[in-house]
């Protein structure tokens, strides 16, 4: 999974970076690629979640995603 990708889902599906949107007022991610401490952070607390490092629950939501643009 790429950097760009992981950024996009982030920005789309994750509460911590929902919570420091709108209670921190840090902005959403850029999605560039660039890997940040920010970034690293929410892959860390990704890791310590339970989630892997080869993206098989962010697959999930791609895949719902997909699904409803195809039935769209």
């Known amino acids: ?3 760009v ?3 996009v889902i ?3 599906w994750s509460t911590h970076v929902a ?3 709108y ?7 850029q ?3 660039i890997i940040t401490d920010r970034l690293l952070g929410y892959a860390y607390a990704d890791s ?4 892997d490092r080869y993206g098989e629950t962010v697959e999930i ?8 643009i195809l039935l769209e």
């Open 61 to 68: 939501f791609l895949n719902g995603d997909a699904l409803e």
């Open 19 to 21: 919570k420091d949107v």
């Open 23 to 29: 209670e921190r007022n840090m902005g959403y991610l």
């Open 1 to 3: 999974m790429s950097v």
């Open 48 to 51: 310590s979640l339970g989630h």
């Open 10 to 12: 982030l920005n789309k």
């Open 31 to 33: 999605e560039d690629g």
């Open 5 to 7: 990708s992981y950024q």
